[in-house]
Structures are given as structure tokens and as C-alpha cells.
């Protein structure tokens, strides 16, 4: 395995060559994988430690790297950008992820959530954005601005790597 991710999240054939590891050290490997994810959520609810980009990157690195289908995930903020929830709204392919800004907003409103921040990754490993994810992004903020919903960010999780739209200027 090339990384720390690509090891918690791969199958049990892609080990079974590997000396030393058998289907009981397999299981415990997966266990500290969801241990991880539970960890990352349970802080995310009680602490909202979406204090700066660097965090905000680093929790959704944890819950979108490794995936081997695009996932395209919402973090609903309230008011003063304090984490309500996050979901993941969205499941598609290796290359591509149908989104619905109505489903987005529909669960914005139920939760009276004020700003969002999107994300998705992309399991090819290049955190590029592509012309649809860009032209998406605007559709969604377009949509949301008749809401009066706020687009913070939109990132996109790479292997290894990360592209920020609001970095870019693009939000």
C-alpha cells in the first residue's frame, strides 16, 4: 500500500499475499478506519472545530480519502458558521457525481442552516476540478442565493492534495 488511507480503506484480497496479515489483523485495520471516522465525527458535533481552512481540510481528507466512488458531502453552518451537521449527500462513480442543489437546499432549510461548505473527492487521486465541478458549483450557489444560503467553499479531496475554491478566488 502506497498510504496511510489507501491501506485502511482497500479490501481484504488486495492482503492476502501480505505476510503477517491474516482476516483478524484485516479487521482490526478496518476497525481503526471507522474508529477514525467516528472519532472525526463525534468532535465535529461537539466541538465544531472548523476553526480555520487547515481543519476544515483536514476532516474532510478523513472522511472523502480512500473512497473508490466520488462522494460529494455538505457541512451545514449556522449563523455565526458554527457546524450544525454534515452529510453525504451524494454517491456517484469513479468520475462522476450526480448533485441536486434542490436536495442540498431542501436539507439546508430543514435544518435552518445559514452558509454551507461543499465537497467532494475524486478517487483518481487529482484534486483538479473539472468544468462540471465548476459549473455545479455555480448552479448550487445560484440556487442558494434565492435562500438566502451562504457558499463558503467548495473542496475537493485528491489523494495526498486538496483545491480550495474559495483559495482560488473562484468563490
Known sequence: MESL??????????FSGVHGIGVAKFAQLKGIAELAR??????????????????????????????????FMVIFLDSQH????HSRLFSGTLNH???HPREIIR??????????????NHPSGCAEPSKADKLITERIIKSCQFMD?????HIVI????????AERGWI
Do not use: C
Not at 458554527?82 to 451537521?85: K, M
Not at 444560503?149 to 467553499?153: A, E, M, N, S, T
Not at 485528491?158 to 475554491?165: A, N
Open 158 to 165: 485528491g489523494r495526498g492534495e486538496y483545491v480550495s475554491f
Open 5 to 14: 488511507p489507501g491501506l485502511l480503506t482497500s479490501e481484504y484480497e488486495q
Open 107 to 120: 436539507e439546508a432549510i430543514k435544518i435552518n442552516a445559514s452558509a454551507l461548505i461543499l465537497a467532494h
Open 97 to 99: 457525481v450526480e448533485v
Open 149 to 153: 444560503l451562504r457558499v463558503l467553499d
Open 38 to 71: 467516528r472519532y472525526y465525527n463525534v468532535r465535529m458535533r461537539e466541538e465544531s472545530p472548523l476553526l480555520s481552512p487547515e481543519m476544515t481540510r483536514e476532516f474532510l481528507q478523513s472522511q472523502l480519502t480512500g473512497e473508490e466512488r466520488e462522494i
Open 82 to 85: 458554527r457546524v450544525i451537521t
